[in-house]
């Protein structure tokens, strides 16, 4: 177990430093750090003494070596659009995001699991196919045009929910502004966070349901029907416990779909988080905290994916014991 | 006349898209309380499905279309599934081929011999872990207190089939379907664990119902052996004489193919031709189209398992004409 | 070729496929949509390219079966004058023409990369550490970045101008990583197996064996992986003009019809957003189900129902 996660650890750390050259490669070539510092009205004089006071003349090495350096004390550059430092925006916009993916994920894993169970455990009912059905036009639509047609529905049409923002927010901690806790605040995230648990729900209980059928079909899962156990043991036991393995590790990887579908959320729903930012910058050509969203994403992804296969390693006593 | 189990002209059928196939066709077979019957044939004869049967565990697209099967008196094959379920693990346990397979791999030795006992009564913690530790002792498990709470891929292939046959006994059954235990085994454990299995059922007067293709293990653990072939048994009778005396066509075929039968030149006896799938079984006797001695009748008329003048049954026309 | 051809039309295919209605509806309405999106100049009555053909007074102007629709606009026109039925068939042809050519492009990067990968003992490692960090990330996620990046490399309006072959670069770049792993894990099934031992032994040419030999055989699931990816790929180019990475309004794909009429539904006129969404859902919804059939039909055939 512990050779395991070692080289997992290390694997981690490898790609994180590829993703940060990758960055940086970014910010070096397309970026301007001159106008991030002083705007665009300064002589050309000027510009030159500022880029050489920056070390901006120096080899590319040598740079990196410093963009490095920076990124691990916590400073990753400053916004021109902002004019704060990146971190600071980044940030401030965290919560916002980080609550969203919260409630669509409480949406997938509670709506998933049952579902995904009970379309296993009896293919053929009606119940099942409906849910079969729905999964694949589910699928087939688009987070974004699914956000628009809730959108459509209950804000134009039927005036039932807000359409935009994220309402009111209540300050944490001094810093966390949490919509979770006002009821305006809750109405406002129950489209978006539909909307993002839209394909996500579908390939969920697709892959629960076919992981599950075949978990079913095994020769242990038969040994426990001669057994005579009752059937919710072997339904909830046997043929869950072998099921949430496999789940685990595709679970892990779909997050990456998640934060993508965040980005599509945000922007139509005009949700002040990580993900509209991240357009936002785009569009200004604000260099560094697109970089920056590109690497804090990276971060969290190679630390969620080595937080998964860890727990995989726990939670599956073959790779425990023998320490694979 | 009580006896243990009563099989009685079962017919189990696939549903296919194209129709129905017969699988067993019209079995009859008992078991005496305490008797080691062996059930014989190639793979794809039927029998783990007959084995399957017995406690309605058929995998679909099968199922019993027709015929009885008693139990201890009463006709299981028609209980419904809670009732079914008290039966299975609890007065008639089995044991599967392959234990890696059998065991869940995430579940502890200890999870998943308690829970059996909890399924069919409720007693302590304590009071089941005693049983356990007791059934794991006759099945010569050694520490059997650490084993507990152990996985199952953390023991050899030996001591998982024994672990299998020690849940097998936690209930203390009155009947064991063996479905090819030894098959997935080296060839130095299976003499263990059939001497094991032997002992046990002597020990504890069970009925043994053991499904293999091994003729060698059979003649030595049973004490009457059911031929089967293409869903039919073609000839039951007491071990001594089939093994000796076989009088089917095809129970003669298959001990001459034995490799101590092969001529000087150490050519092996063959049956010609090859065990017709459940499409193609031939009209009349199954064996029809591969039989040496075949005769119109044969292929016209279905001979049905009668008590012969040696005193096995034999299904064949051809048996006591002279 | 003629008894290839005789073979199918005798084959189990055939047979099923007109027995399952979800197959031949699926596969009838997607003949349509290719045929009316390919044969959009000869279909759409307005051509929404040509400016001179624009009246900027015409703007949002309701589908016809409402009170102020007219039928010269069938479904309405958008926020610039323009047919919404006739740009929603051009919109069509690029989204189907950028999810084929994507398509096509991951194919065969995928495949050079899976042969490659499965051949060559020492390349294996590394292009399969990188295509597992790729999947790690999502593609959706991939394609994003490099759409951003590219943006802003090239500056919006340049970018624009090139949109259409870059969002098949872009897209094609995010996927190959899937068909990388189904070939290589093809290939190394296959070199297992004796045919191959048997090509070695004569003296054939490693290039040769992988072409003549290996290739053909790793189709069969290239094509299954095929038939999501195209769906896929029609997502992924619309969620990336939805966000402004694709293609522009003045050649709009269905995504970018579909930005482009968002803020309208507030104002009353949801025919500009809501018709090319429907549209869209449906031209992916049907490749989605038919190609979940060819999936089950390649399947071991276990006893359904």
Redesign the interface.
């Known amino acids: 177990m512990f050779a395991f996660a070692v080289k997992r650890i290390f694997q981690a750390v490898i790609v994180m430093l590829i993703i940060s050259v990758i960055g940086f490669s970014i910010k070096h070539n397309f970026g301007d750090p001159v106008r991030e510092l002083v705007g665009e009205r300064v002589t050309p004089e000027e510009r030159d003494q500022i880029r050489e006071r920056l070390g901006l003349n120096d080899p590319f090495l040598v740079q990196y070596g410093r963009f490095l350096v920076e990124a691990l004390h916590g400073n990753l550059g400053r916004s021109f659009f902002f004019k704060r430092p990146v971190t600071e925006v980044i940030l401030s916009k965290a919560p916002a995001t980080l609550e969203l993916v919260f409630c669509a994920s409480l949406i997938v894993i509670l709506l998933s699991v049952p579902m995904g169970i009970y379309a296993a455990i009896y293919p053929r009912r009606l119940v099942s196919r409906i849910i079969m059905g729905g999964s694949i036009v589910g699928v087939s639509i688009p987070v974004f045009l699914t956000a628009i047609m809730l959108i459509y529905i209950f804000s134009v049409e039927l005036g039932w929910l807000p359409s935009f923002g994220r309402g009111e927010t209540v300050r944490l901690f001094g810093f966390w502004d949490s919509g979770l806790l006002t009821r305006d605040g809750l109405l406002h995230l129950i489209m978006p966070s539909i909307a993002l648990s839209s394909i996500m729900l579908p390939l969920f209980i697709r892959l629960i349901r076919s992981e599950m059928m075949e978990v079913l079909e095994s020769e242990y899962v038969k040994f426990a029907w001669a057994k005579g156990l009752h059937p919710r043991r072997i339904w909830y036991v046997h043929a869950f416990k072998n099921t949430l393995l496999p789940v685990i590790t595709v679970g892990g990887v779909q997050l990456g779909i998640m934060v993508a579908f965040t980005i599509l959320t945000e922007t139509v729903f005009q949700w002040q988080g990580m993900g509209s930012m991240f357009i936002e910058s785009v569009t200004r050509a604000d260099t560094a905290l697109m970089v920056s969203y590109i690497v804090v994403v990276g971060a969290i992804f190679v630390v969620v994916n080595t937080l998964v296969d860890l727990i995989y390693g726990l939670v599956n006593p073959t790779v425990r014991v023998a320490g694979r | 006349m009580d006896k243990l189990l009563s099989i009685e002209h079962l017919n189990v059928d696939f549903?296919?898209?194209t129709g129905p196939l017969r699988a067993v066709n019209d079995v009859s077979l008992t078991v005496d309380k305490g008797e080691r019957l062996g059930l014989v044939g190639e793979s794809g004869a039927g029998k783990s499905v007959l084995g399957f049967s017995i406690?309605n565990?058929i995998?679909?697209?099968g199922y019993i279309q027709s015929g009885r099967v008693i139990f201890q008196g009463t006709d299981i094959s028609s209980y419904s599934?809670e009732q079914i379920?008290?039966?299975?693990?609890?007065r008639i346990?089995?044991i599967?081929q392959?234990p890696m397979?059998?065991?869940?791999?995430?579940?502890t030795i200890g999870a998943q011999m308690r829970?059996?006992l909890h399924?069919?009564g409720s007693m302590s913690e304590a009071a089941a872990t005693a049983i356990c530790l007791e059934k794991l002792k006759k099945v010569y498990i050694s520490s059997p207190h650490k084993r507990l709470s152990q996985?199952p891929?953390?023991f050899s292939g030996g001591m998982r089939q024994r672990i299998v046959i020690a849940?097998s006994l936690l209930t203390s059954p009155a009947l064991i379907i063996a479905d090819e235990p030894t098959t997935a085994l080296d060839v130095t454990i299976q003499a263990e664990i059939m001497d094991l299995l032997l002992e046990l059922c002597k020990n504890e007067n069970m009925g043994l119902l053991l499904i293999t293709h091994d003729l060698a293990v059979v003649s030595q653990v049973t004490q009457r052996i059911a031929v089967m072939y293409a869903g039919t048994i073609v000839e039951l009778g007491p071990t001594e004489e089939i093994i000796h005396k076989p009088q089917h066509p095809y129970t003669r075929g298959l001990l001459g193919a034995l490799p101590q039968k092969a001529s000087g030149r150490g050519r092996l006896n063959q049956i010609p031709g090859v065990m017709p799938g459940l499409a193609k079984i031939p009209v009349g006797c199954p064996f029809s189209n591969r039989c040496s001695l075949v005769r119109e009748v044969c292929r016209s008329t279905r001979p049905t398992l009668d008590a012969k003048k040696s005193g096995n049954q034999v299904a064949c026309h051809l048996v006591d004409q002279g | 070729m003629r008894s290839r051809w005789r073979k199918f039309k005798e084959s189990d295919f055939l047979y099923h496929f007109f027995r399952d209605p979800v197959a031949y509806v699926s596969f009838g309405i997607l003949l349509v949509l290719l045929i009316s999106a390919f044969a959009a100049p000869l279909v759409a009555p307005h051509n929404p390219y040509d400016p001179t053909t624009i009246d900027i007074m015409d703007a949002e102007t309701p589908p016809a079966w409402t009170d102020t629709g007219t039928r010269k606009f069938l479904l309405g026109t958008d926020d610039m004058g323009r047919d919404l039925f006739s740009t929603m068939l051009y919109g069509m042809r690029i989204s189907i023409i950028i999810g084929l050519g994507a398509v096509f492009l991951q194919a065969f990067l995928g495949i050079v990369i899976g042969l490659l990968s499965g051949y060559i003992k020492r390349l294996d490692n590394i292009l399969m550490r990188i295509a597992d960090v790729q999947l790690s990330f999502s593609t959706y996620m991939i394609a994003i970045f490099i759409g951003a990046v590219f943006q802003t490399a090239f500056g919006v309006a340049n970018y624009e101008k090139i949109a259409a072959p870059l969002l098949i670069i872009i897209i094609g770049i995010a996927e190959w990583p899937q068909y990388a792993r189904t070939v290589r894990a093809s290939v190394l099934a296959e070199r297992k197996k004796e045919y191959v031992e048997a090509a070695r032994v004569i003296g054939l040419p490693r290039l040769r064996i992988m072409w003549r030999h290996i290739l053909p055989n790793t189709l069969s699931p290239v094509l299954v992986l095929s038939t999501v990816q195209v769906a896929n790929a029609i997502m992924s180019e619309a969620a990336l003009s939805f966000l402004g990475l694709g293609m522009p309004l003045l050649k709009p794909s269905l995504g970018s019809l579909i930005t482009a009429g968002f803020e309208y539904i507030f104002s009353g006129s949801w025919w500009i957003t809501i018709l090319p969404g429907i549209l869209l859902v449906l031209l992916i919804l049907v490749i989605n189900l038919l190609g979940d059939w060819v999936r089950d039909y390649l399947n071991p055939k276990l006893y359904k129902g």
């Open positions: 549903a296919m898209r406690i565990l995998s679909k697209p599934d379920r008290q039966v299975r693990g609890n346990s089995m599967f392959d397979m059998t065991l869940n791999p995430v579940l829970e059996t399924a069919h996985y891929h953390e849940i």
